[in-house]
């Protein structure tokens, strides 16, 4: 009798403890979510308020700018009207803000000043694939080998350790931008085996040929390569250090002990390691819109750096408002997702939730 | 007490060239006057202009020691501002704790969330024309969460220990609590936090001027990368506009990074002792393998 009761105490404490546990992790869930809106709404705001602080307005900017190009001042009048309101400068700002999310909401990001018919939105969907082309490979080889790297490194000591640590810190704490504009001069001026610049040859129109693609491609090595030896670089010396990190620790020494195989305690090892670095690779994901803007430029790719480059020049802010929001929007999504997935795999997390550390 | 390590006194007397370059070399080198023309475009490197020219004919190695200097100045007063904000948010986060903490940390992962690159930029252009300060002012204010978020951190950790009570005890008020029994245990930290600032400053001025976002009306080390890429020098072989900017400036980052690491060493016994415990630790897998 007493047996039973307590079995049937000690089931519904399990059962308690795992509605508890799903509960938290709810919990955690929506607080997450909370401080992700949270910090949307204000890069929202900053994107809506920013390019609306500019002395004058924008409107004023690019007009002047205009009439210093020997636009006759009728016209001027005419230009400025038109564009106050369109982007309904006329209007009170909370109402701006309204038609600003309400456009928000449907995809609209507005006209672009320079290139006037086209919009926002069909600009960036001509230089996001560029720009996802380059980063996306860079990162997920540069991941790949820069942890395989660190890892032998941290493994085999000595002087390939040396070599292969020394070069890693150099290529990732060199800013990406010099390392680019050096393998530029060297790889396309200096010694001439690569073409220097643009995403393709000037006079091919992209489409989907093999030639296309072949001259594409053999101007695609050279901001990769700036990318990849960046990525290598940060990926070896964080792997190589969380692996020596493990390597000296307690239970690698205690099942040392124990008499494991090697192969059994380097996949512990690992396994462990692998954790932060996870994350990199999903963190680095995120900011793949916005990672490689300066590369973009050195190679005058034609990307989302590129185009950044030029509306700046322009003066042609709403690209640039588009362009600033969708980086922002990709770091965000990818963070909130790196913290979801964290939450549901990593024990500590749950744990501490409910409080018990 | 603590013994610098070699890398120390490298990486030192390489940041320590650096600014008496910025600092003193305008005054040493007084050849060429800043802004005046000197010769024609993408002159070769000579005897009298050591560097050659620029775009617009300016001597390239004049540009390069004002260049230095402004990056330097952004560098330092950036990562000034950026560690002062960042230690009074996160001293009154940790130390204070409760709701002013949640508020406090609050503001600071938000911010944290959001790429900062995107509110440099968007800042950048709202204000129009930039002064080299009011550049050092953006970068720092935009730049300070993370140091708050370690600093609160240490602040909590260092609140619970003893001798603060006994400053209780003897009846000090809270701002001299922090000043004198809370912030100098986190000195060293500082110090690190400081660098890293500075060399983070100094590569954001380079990206932001790159992008065309640059102090206006000078000369920076990535004003020059900016109108080197911008004139094609780079395509057209021109390496003196291009060369000495991007060498300065990877030298600078890199040797204050490595600044940052041995500091870190000297000030973190824990981490010297690990050093040399896990090397014989590592051998026997490497046999094994």
Known sequence: ?357 | MTRFTPRFYVAAAIVAAVLLFGVLGPLVFSGHELGTVVGGLYDHPSGRLWLGTDNIGHDVFTNLMYGTRTSLVIGLVAGALATLIGVVVGTLAGYRGGALEEALMGVTNVILAIPSIVVLILISIALGTRSTVAMAVVLGVTSWPWTARAVRAQAASVRTREHLDVARLSGAGTMSLICYDVVPYMLSYLCMAFVLQVSSAVLNEAALSMLGLGPSGGVSLGIMLHWALAWESVRTGAWWAFVPPTLLLTLLAFALLMLQSSLDEVFNPRLRRFLRRRRPAATPTAEAA
């Open chain 1, 1 to 357: 009798m007493a047996l039973t009761a307590d079995v049937t105490s000690a089931d519904a404490a399990a059962a308690e403890e795992g509605q508890a546990a799903s509960t938290s992790l709810l919990r955690y869930l929506a607080r997450k979510a909370a401080w992700y809106l949270g910090a949307l709404v204000v890069a929202i705001v900053l994107n809506f308020l920013l390019p609306r602080l500019i002395p004058g307005n924008p409107v004023d900017a690019i007009v002047s700018s205009l009439g210093r190009g020997g636009v006759e001042g009728s016209q001027l009048r005419a230009i400025h009207e038109h564009y106050v309101h369109e982007f309904g400068l006329d209007k009170p700002m909370w109402q701006q803000f309204l038609i600003y999310l309400g456009n928000l909401a449907h995809g609209n990001l507005g006209t672009s000043f320079a290139q006037s018919p086209a919009s926002v939105s069909d600009l960036i969907a001509q230089a996001l694939p560029w720009s996802i082309a380059l980063q996306l490979p860079a990162i997920l080889i540069g991941w790949i080998v820069g942890n395989g790297l660190g890892a032998i490194a941290a493994y085999r000591g000595g002087w390939f350790d040396r070599g292969a640590f020394l070069g890693s810190l150099f290529t990732s704490s060199m800013p990406y931008y010099c390392l680019a504009i050096l393998l530029l001069y060297l790889l396309a001026v200096a010694i001439p085996v690569l073409p220097p610049t643009g995403g393709y040859s000037f006079g091919n129109v992209p489409e989907l040929s093999g030639a296309f693609v072949a001259d594409a491609l053999t101007h695609y090595w050279l901001p990769f390569l700036s990318l990849v030896l960046v990525f290598v670089g940060g990926q070896a010396v964080g792997m190589r250090s969380m692996a020596v990190y493990e390597l000296g620790s307690d239970y690698v020494n205690y099942g040392r002990g124990l008499g494991l195989r090697d192969r059994t305690l380097v996949r512990y090892i690992f396994r462990n390691a692998m954790l932060p670095q996870v994350t990199g690779l999903a963190l680095s994901i995120g900011t793949l819109v916005g990672g490689a803007l300066i590369t973009e430029i050195v190679f005058s790719y034609p990307g989302v750096g590129t185009l950044l480059f030029t509306a700046i020049s322009q003066n042609d802010y709403p690209v640039v408002a588009g362009l600033t929001l969708l980086i922002a929007v990709a770091v965000l999504v990818a963070n909130f997702c790196v913290e979801i997935a964290y939450g549901v795999i990593d024990p500590r997390i749950r744990a501490a939730n409910r409080g018990e550390r």
